[in-house]
């Protein structure tokens, strides 16, 4: 059973750790680590501080601990005692302004970082311009006490992945860092890249847990495709493949006694548009003549379940903790805009509670499904995806007949339904369960290192 103990520092220059007694009892110990710093140290027991492990101030300078009074891990393995976890988390977008060191996530993170003395860890925020190679060290940002500093510690003991999209993803510099900390420094990373729908859906397609939940979704290649598709469901969905926050998606409808096709989708202004052609043709001329048409999936159209002739999604948080299990962390309904093909807060789509929507019982009914659905899900996509994925936000639908559809996976899931006032608590538990994997996946890097190096 892990424990946790405060580190204190003693003024002394001697290089001495007093542990208790369980620490050393049937235990040689030779060495004191924290991050990739470790130290040869005399080890002395105190039986009068159970919880607590006392370092000189030597100690403390060596490995460049900073001092926040916190409950820490420990891990013991081959005579050295691992203090931590010392959490990196990896992104871009730094400013030079000491008050929102990363701009508009600063909020975000500082959330983040805050759960710190709940988890048990020591968190930090970094980017590619903080590392220093020659030493082995990172002068990351910590938020303590209500406020941003930069201190400088040794490489982390794990990496959670927060870079904020695909193009800062394929920078050649931040992928050579995330390559080299991973395959030369053996640094665990989790949550790493952003998922594309295309391979999300081909992978899941494998797993016969989950296929009741996946919509029929083709890479585009003709406008037969796209007739058949309509003729089968009577309309259908284009989305980029690397696509987000809804940009880029388009709804198109056939009416099959008219004879006439509609097209619904969101102009570059801005303005959500219906409009109607003659044929699949004269409507593919008009809203995709310059479009990549290549980059584009389409999917199966579901008969959704609708709040005042709305339609409604769900978004649904999931979450590993530091055991390793899988959890429901928070989940949202979102209700389109008028005239919306989204349910984006950006095209005039709303957040509510299923509660708020629902009766009682069919609330719980619908909720059950849901959570049921995220956690196979979840499992199947860790099952099937490289990597450790402790995180995953899904937009899932119902239909009218009660049945449960996938329509995206996102591995750096938005946080726009935590703006909702009872859902706040939840955006805590999110940021809680991200920092708990740390502690998991350190504990297995220390303990089971072949296991881990694997991955």
């Given at each position: 059973?892990?424990?946790?103990?405060?580190?204190?520092?003693?003024?002394?220059?001697?290089?001495?750790?007093?542990?208790?007694?369980?620490?050393?009892?049937?235990?040689?110990?030779?060495?004191?680590?924290?991050?990739?710093?470790?130290?040869?140290?005399?080890?002395?027991?105190?039986?009068?501080?159970?919880?607590?492990?006392?370092?000189?101030?030597?100690?403390?300078?060596?490995?460049?601990?900073?001092?926040?009074?916190?409950?820490?891990?420990?891990?013991?393995?081959?005579?050295?005692?691992?203090?931590?976890p010392l959490v990196g988390i990896f992104t871009a977008g730094f400013t030079p302004f000491p008050l929102r060191p990363i701009g508009d996530r600063t909020n975000f993170f500082s959330k983040l970082l805050s759960v710190k003395s709940n988890v048990g860890a020591i968190p930090f925020v970094f980017g590619e311009q903080h590392i220093n190679w020659e030493k082995g060290t990172i002068n990351g940002y910590f938020y303590h006490d209500n406020s941003w500093q930069s201190l400088e510690v040794p490489f982390p003991h794990v990496i959670y992945d927060r870079l904020p999209n695909r193009k800062s993803e394929r920078n050649p510099k931040l992928a050579k860092v995330k390559e080299t900390l991973q395959k030369d420094y053996l640094i665990p990373w989790y949550n790493p890249g952003f998922f594309s729908k295309l391979d999300i859906y081909e992978r899941l397609q494998e797993d016969d847990s989950v296929t009741i939940y996946l919509p029929e979704t083709h890479p585009f290649t003709s406008f037969s495709l796209i007739e058949g598709m309509l003729s089968k469901y009577g309309h259908i969905y284009l989305k980029p493949i690397n696509g987000s926050l809804g940009l880029g998606v388009h709804q198109i409808l056939y009416d099959k006694i008219q004879v006439e096709y509609y097209c619904r989708y969101q102009d570059h202004t801005g303005v959500n548009r219906l409009r109607k052609f003659s044929s699949i043709e004269a409507l593919f001329q008009t809203v995709f003549a310059h479009r990549n048409l290549d980059k584009m999936i389409v999917?199966?159209?579901?008969?959704?379940?609708?709040?005042?002739?709305?339609?409604?999604?769900?978004?649904?948080?999931?979450?590993?903790?530091?055991?390793?299990?899988?959890?429901?962390?928070?989940?949202?309904?979102?209700?389109?805009?008028?005239?919306?093909?989204?349910?984006?807060?950006?095209?005039?789509?709303?957040?509510?509670?299923?509660?708020?929507?629902?009766?009682?019982?069919?609330?719980?009914?619908?909720t059950e499904k849901l959570v049921k659905a995220a956690l196979l899900l979840s499992k199947s996509i860790e099952n099937n995806m490289e990597g450790f994925i402790a995180e995953i936000g899904f937009d899932l639908g119902i239909d009218k007949h009660g049945n449960v559809w996938l329509f995206e996976a996102n591995s750096k899931p938005g946080r726009s339904i935590f703006s909702h006032p009872e859902l706040r608590d939840f955006d805590q538990l999110t940021c809680k369960l991200s920092m708990a994997f740390a502690v998991f996946l350190t504990e297995q890097s220390i303990l089971y290192p072949e296991d881990v190096i694997k991955w």
């Open positions: 059973m892990r424990k946790r103990y405060t580190i204190e520092i003693a003024e002394t220059s001697k290089l001495i750790a007093y542990c208790p007694q369980e620490l050393l009892q049937d235990k040689i110990l030779k060495k004191i680590a924290f991050g990739s710093k470790a130290v040869e140290v005399d080890f002395v027991p105190h039986p009068k501080h159970e919880n607590s492990i006392v370092i000189s101030k030597e100690i403390q300078k060596y490995l460049l601990f900073p001092n926040f009074s916190i409950r820490l891990h420990v891990f013991v393995e081959e005579q050295v005692l691992h203090i931590g999917q199966q159209g579901i008969h959704l379940l609708r709040h005042e002739q709305r339609p409604i999604d769900f978004r649904i948080h999931t979450n590993k903790d530091d055991a390793g299990e899988w959890h429901v962390t928070a989940l949202a309904a979102k209700i389109a805009g008028r005239g919306s093909v989204t349910t984006h807060a950006r095209n005039g789509g709303e957040i509510k509670t299923a509660a708020e929507i629902f009766e009682k019982e069919e609330c719980r009914l619908y």
